[in-house]
């Protein structure tokens, strides 16, 4: 099976500051990754997934991240926050050969104006 | 793009009266879906897989008799919480990956209040 672990539940920034959420998974087979997001009482919407190829991924709503297999890491980085950009982001794991998503706990990402 | 399409996307019932939520692929065949639950606060957490013509797979821990999942067709999978009580109270949210893709597409949520 696969695990997320999402160190910081809260992040608080100032807008257009830069922001990195962290994201360590672990597996003990190849994983595709994902980052979501969540706005107050909706679903999830896809930010960015890494399924095979270049390690650093670009999004929407310019986010990227980076899969790093040595650290088994996939943080969750912006140059520049909006204050559009307060939501909830979890960041989840799939092991190759499934389709079924574990996530994370969730990093509540708060921009301050 | 894939779209799953999830109803209601709010209910309030009373304690001890069942509520079926609906999910529907719009534009692709699902012949597999996944229902989660989310606390107030916490993350998702996988309750059950659908498997459309068969019975659903339960994670550890869900009562099967009281999550009722019907995948009766290759567009729709319900999820009937039965008996429902307070603490049953959550956010339900479903997903389906379309045919040979590892990326699923989520449904909009259902907030269930039992009161």
């Known amino acids: 099976a696969q695990s997320v672990t999402q160190l910081d539940s809260q992040v608080p920034v100032f807008e257009e500051a830069p922001v990195e959420l962290r994201c360590n998974y672990s597996?003990?087979?190849?994983?595709?990754l994902f980052w979501y997001v969540q706005y107050p009482n909706q679903g999830l919407q896809l930010l960015l997934k890494?399924?095979?190829?270049?390690?650093l991924v670009k999004g929407i709503n310019g986010f990227e991240a980076e899969f790093n297999k040595s650290q088994t890491s996939f943080h969750l980085r912006k140059p520049s926050v909006h204050i559009s950009d307060t939501a909830e982001y979890f960041c989840?794991?799939?092991?190759?050969?499934?389709?079924?998503?574990?996530f994370g706990t969730g990093t509540r990402l708060t921009v301050i104006p | 793009g894939a779209v799953v399409s999830q109803h209601p996307s709010r209910v309030i019932c009373k304690s001890g009266t069942s509520v079926k939520i609906e999910c529907r692929s719009l534009?692709?065949?699902?012949?597999?879906m996944f229902w989660y639950r989310q606390f107030p606060k916490q993350s998702l957490m996988l309750m059950a897989t659908?498997?459309?013509?068969?019975?659903?797979?339960?994670e550890q821990g869900v009562e099967k008799d009281k999550f009722l999942i019907n995948h009766a067709s290759l567009t729709l999978s319900t999820l009937t919480v039965t008996s429902a009580h307070p603490e049953d109270s959550s956010f339900y949210i479903c997903?389906?990956?379309?045919?040979?893709?590892?990326?699923?597409?989520f449904g909009s949520g259902t907030r269930l209040t039992v009161v």
């Open positions: 534009d692709f065949q699902a012949t597999t």
């Open positions: 659908s498997n459309e013509g068969s019975k659903a797979t339960y």
């Open positions: 989840a794991v799939s092991g190759t050969g499934a389709n079924n998503l574990f």
């Open positions: 890494y399924l095979s190829g270049s390690t």
């Open positions: 997903s389906a990956p379309p045919t040979g893709g590892p990326l699923s597409t």
């Open positions: 597996s003990s087979v190849s994983v595709y």
